[in-house]
């Protein structure tokens, strides 16, 4: 949808889109911008041009237009009493870590947190109307500016207000009139500093009238009217307007200081704690004159380096100043704001990885790194940490919770970026040397392949700037997950299928048939088969005396996948379930739940289930975790599972409306992803584990018996690995590892008691044994090569030796070929081994042999089915093709024969 046709056509009728009861009431005058045309409203009647492009932009730094001062906590503090106090509930923050919408990893802004995918459509869902919430927002599409231009951030709180207009809610005119209110009451912004300019949303199918305020060129917020859907000229009302109204706090508090950044009263007292730590001394007339120029040009250039000179040469600042002042203040900003977006995604259970969302933190880190090592600061993270968290835990007091979390987060990628030091230092001098310009897809080749980041290769001096493009170029590859792709069925007018095992759940059952698809796939009126999905594998079992071999769900409609004859339509058929097959396929479920949250408890806040998988005779969940898992941490979390099965605690399963589900358990409950359903089933083992399931499962843990967890494994940066079994699958493993074990004991001539001893005793025999042999072969190599020389034929100038040996091996053979072409240098030694059904190929060449071993082996290895090379003195290769070893001697001869010219 085009946004500009939108505002054209909006803007044509101001009166019906854009003048709101205030605007009357107070006299607000409709003007056009004089250098951009854009539609505001003012009470100004000196004002002439928009906020973009008037006089006073950015004069408030330095000078702000409010008589009261608020830092960060205290201007949230004002906004929500303000908001409570005309009639709205002030909600907390989601997560940041967007667990309900499949198409996003962060929540970007204070409207996704009432947004519910359903299908193709998104619907809306308030816990309150109207309400105010400080969405903290994670965006990363322009990290290159947080630091350098005064006002990005990485995190921020977006202040929303939302409604919907109804018997509770508001529309425009109240919006909009709140909106001035907070101005001008609670902060006291004279009302002719308050311009409200015209412009429109669109997004998601639905499009709106907005108006943005600006106080002094900052635009301060944006309200939204979500009014109607499809394309412009052929749109509809909504059924459910909604106002989308959002601020930035960061600026609300901005305004009010006056300070020369946002950040300087932004992250309470952390930055001048910083100032003070690296003894940096800062001039704030220099600073309050050159960051105005930045937020001023910033609108003027395209390119941030542009923006940053400009400003310079505005505001006079020397080199000195340049390297003392600005480029450490920078850094210092950029460090703060980093770090607050890692506690705030790390608290929310994210993690730094190569994949998905924990891409962008990845990249933050080594960006602090970078630069803290770029400017040899000394800082203690963890300090900071502390800091970050003892301000904000006034507005957040949830972060306190999850302090020693993020601690030991942050230790971890800070290990694993100094590992990683000396190889990024070796690519970079490399890059350095060879002169090379890079372009963005270099960079983002480097960052993917090697973890180089841009802010490393800058600091190495092999690129002079970050490219504009390249943080958005990347967090757009790593924006979009894959969609999975079904079959598809028409199923046209088909009824849902009465799902019978989230009621009694009948073994045996009478269905009807109402339709059968290209002869195997069966359609009854109800069924006891569970359908493939959320990881649980579907029940077999026999529909009219015909095997099942999957079924599957299609919408609400259950297909049976048959083998065999199938039934006729609308006839009535007995079906039966595979019971064993249910019962092991529910206990390994159950299961799922207890490993996950047991892994949780061991390990830490930020495990959550990344997928699972449940068959009749395993389990397999991956969880998010940083690093392997030791044979310790697995024995603790199966224990920790153990004791929740020796527990016996209840399982139970309730359905929800979602909303409330997520208001009472939380955000935890999408363990296996986001549900999109209204109502919601809930499976919880008592207070130990609540997570939002479709699947089938036990009554009391009790019934699992025992888990066991027999595979642990790092499949993927930041996702581990568990294999597991339980109930009778777990009993099978137990009893098939005893009888190895037994097995082991006979084989050794021992008993259970001594097993472990004997075995070192065995290994340390085999030791023993080996380094005898090693001896015996070095004795004998020099007897054995000179019977090899003996042996050998002559080619003219050179000898040929060869043999087909099925008793020693190739460690025999480099031994005495080494030694036999010392003796003798015109020999060509050559060893055909036969070993596990495949030929192992080792040849010799001497100095005056006239043939290259590696050439050699190739030639023969060919001739066997197989591959091999080496230099001109050793080769070796393999080869599998036994019957032809007569033949690849005769080609090896040949082939040395006619070298020699033979
Ligand atoms: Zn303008
Ligand atoms: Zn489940």
């Known amino acids: 949808m085009n946004k500009d046709e939108i505002l054209a056509k909006f803007s044509s009728e101001p009166d019906r889109y854009y003048k709101i009861k205030l605007f009357e009431e107070q006299g607000f005058a409709r003007k056009s911008c004089v250098t951009c045309k854009r539609f505001f409203w003012t009470l100004d009647s000196n004002r002439v041009a928009c906020p973009d492009h008037a006089d006073d932009t950015y004069s408030f730094i330095g000078n702000p237009p409010t008589s009261k001062r608020f830092d960060y906590t205290e201007a949230w503090k004002q906004v929500e009493s303000f908001f409570v106090k005309n009639g709205h509930t002030s909600i907390s923050r989601y997560p940041v870590v967007c667990r309900w919408r499949d198409d996003l990893y962060f929540t970007i802004a204070s409207i996704v947190d009432f947004q519910r995918v359903m299908g193709s459509k998104v619907v809306f869902e308030f816990p309150a109307n109207p309400l105010v919430v400080p969405q903290t927002c994670l965006r990363f599409k322009d990290i290159e500016n947080v630091g350098v231009t005064g006002r990005h951030f990485s995190s921020f709180c977006m202040i929303g207000q939302h409604s919907i207009p109804n018997n509770k809610g508001y529309w425009k005119d109240e919006c909009v009139d709140l909106d001035y209110r907070l101005l001008t009451e609670s902060f006291g912004i004279n009302k002719n500093e308050i311009t409200f300019v015209e412009d429109v949303w669109a997004g998601g199918g639905s499009f709106g009238s907005s108006l943005e305020y600006y106080v002094r060129g900052l635009e301060l917020g944006n309200a939204v009217f979500t009014e109607f859907q499809g394309e412009l000229g052929n749109h509809t009302t909504l059924d459910q307007k909604i106002i989308d109204m959002g601020a930035g706090l960061e600026r609300f508090a901005w305004i009010t200081m006056g300070t020369p950044t946002a950040y300087d009263c932004c992250f309470g007292p952390i930055t001048q704690k910083l100032f003070q730590k690296i003894g940096l001394d800062t001039d704030s007339v220099k600073l309050t004159k050159y960051f105005t120029e930045i937020a001023r040009n910033l609108e003027k250039f395209q390119d941030l380096s542009q923006v940053r000179k400009a400003a310079i040469k505005a505001s006079h600042l020397s080199e000195r100043d340049l390297v003392k002042m600005i480029t450490p203040l920078e850094g210092l900003y950029m460090i703060a704001d980093h770090l607050r977006t890692l506690i705030f995604a790390i608290s929310d259970g994210a993690l730094p990885s190569n994949v998905g969302g924990g891409y962008n933190l990845r990249i933050i880190l080594r960006r602090i790194m970078a630069t803290i090592d770029r400017l040899g600061l000394k800082l203690d993270l963890d300090e900071l940490i502390d800091s970050h968290i003892d301000y904000l835990k006034k507005t957040y007091p949830e972060l306190e919770q999850y302090r020693a979390e993020v601690k030991t987060i942050i230790g971890i990628e800070v290990g694993r970026y100094h590992e990683s030091k000396s190889r990024m230092e070796k690519i970079a001098q490399n890059l350095k040397s060879q002169k090379k310009t890079l372009n963005v897809d270099d960079m983002i080749r480097l960052y993917e392949s090697d973890g180089v980041t841009p802010d490393y290769l800058k600091e190495y001096d092999v690129i002079s700037e970050i490219p504009d493009s390249f943080y958005s170029k990347l967090s757009d590859l790593h924006q979009s997950e894959k969609k999975k792709t079904t079959e598809e069925f028409d199923l046209a007018g088909i009824p849902e299928t009465d799902l019978l095992f989230y009621k009694d759940d009948p073994v045996k059952f009478d269905a009807k048939v109402l339709k059968v698809i290209k002869n195997k796939f069966v359609i009854l009126d109800r069924t006891s088969f569970y359908a493939r999905g959320g990881g649980q594998e579907p029940d077999h079992g026999k529909i009219n005396g015909q095997d099942v071999i999957d079924v599957t769900k299609h919408g609400n409609v259950v297909l049976h996948e048959i083998k065999g004859i199938s039934p006729k339509e609308g006839d009535i058929i007995p079906c039966e379930i595979e019971e064993s097959r249910r019962a092991n396929i529910t206990k390994h479920h159950t299961s799922t739940h207890v490993v996950n949250s047991s892994a949780r408890n061991v390990l830490g806040s930020w495990v959550w289930q990344h997928s699972a998988f449940k068959e009749k005779d395993y389990g397999r969940l991956d969880i998010t975790h940083h690093s392997s898992l030791s044979d310790e941490e697995v024995r603790k979390i199966e224990s920790f599972a153990n004791g929740v099965i020796q527990k016996n605690l209840p399982v139970t399963i309730q359905e929800y409306e979602r909303g409330q589900a997520e208001q009472t358990f939380g955000f935890r409950i999408y363990q296996g992803g986001v549900v999109p359903v209204k109502s919601v089933r809930i499976v919880k083992i008592e207070d130990f584990d609540v997570e939002a399931c479709g699947g089938t499962h036990v009554k009391r843990t009790g019934e699992l018996g025992l888990i066991k967890i027999?595979?642990?494994?790092?499949?993927?940066?930041?996702?581990?690995?568990?294999?597991?079994?339980?109930?009778?699958?777990?009993?099978?493993?137990?009893?098939?590892?005893?009888?190895?074990?037994?097995?082991?004991?006979?084989?050794?001539?021992?008993?259970?008691?001594?097993?472990?001893?004997?075995?070192?005793?065995?290994?340390?025999?085999?030791?023993?044994?080996?380094?005898?042999?090693?001896?015996?072969?070095?004795?004998?190599?020099?007897?054995?090569?000179?019977?090899?020389?003996?042996?050998?034929?002559?080619?003219?100038?050179?000898?040929?030796?060869?043999?087909?040996?099925?008793?020693?091996?190739?460690?025999?053979?480099?031994?005495?070929?080494?030694?036999?072409?010392?003796?003798?240098?015109?020999?060509?030694?050559?060893?055909?081994?036969?070993?596990?059904?495949?030929?192992?190929?080792?040849?010799?060449?001497?100095?005056?042999?006239?043939?290259?071993?590696?050439?050699?082996?190739?030639?023969?290895?060919?001739?066997?089915?197989?591959?091999?090379?080496?230099?001109?003195?050793?080769?070796?290769?393999?080869?599998?093709?036994?019957?032809?070893?007569?033949?690849?001697?005769?080609?090896?001869?040949?082939?040395?024969?006619k070298t020699v010219n033979l």
Do not use: W
């Open 710 to 897: 027999t595979k642990s494994e790092r499949i993927q940066d930041g996702v581990i690995r568990l294999e597991f079994v339980s109930g009778q699958a777990a009993i099978d493993f137990v009893q098939k590892q005893e009888g190895d074990v037994m097995s082991i004991i006979k084989l050794l001539g021992s008993n259970r008691e001594k097993l472990v001893k004997s075995f070192e005793h065995a290994m340390t025999d085999s030791e023993y044994t080996k380094k005898k042999l090693k001896q015996l072969i070095k004795r004998t190599s020099t007897t054995s090569a000179k019977q090899a020389i003996e042996a050998s034929q002559n080619f003219g100038p050179v000898k040929f030796y060869h043999t087909v040996d099925e008793e020693l091996d190739e460690e025999f053979h480099i031994a005495v070929g080494d030694e036999a072409i010392k003796q003798t240098p015109t020999l060509i030694y050559c060893a055909l081994i036969l070993k596990d059904s495949g030929i192992r190929i080792i040849v010799f060449a001497g100095e005056q042999a006239k043939f290259k071993a590696g050439d050699l082996v190739r030639e023969i290895s060919s001739k066997l089915g197989g591959s091999g090379g080496g230099d001109a003195r050793f080769g070796q290769g393999g080869g599998k093709d036994t019957a032809k070893l007569a033949d690849a001697i005769a080609h090896a001869e040949s082939v040395i024969k």
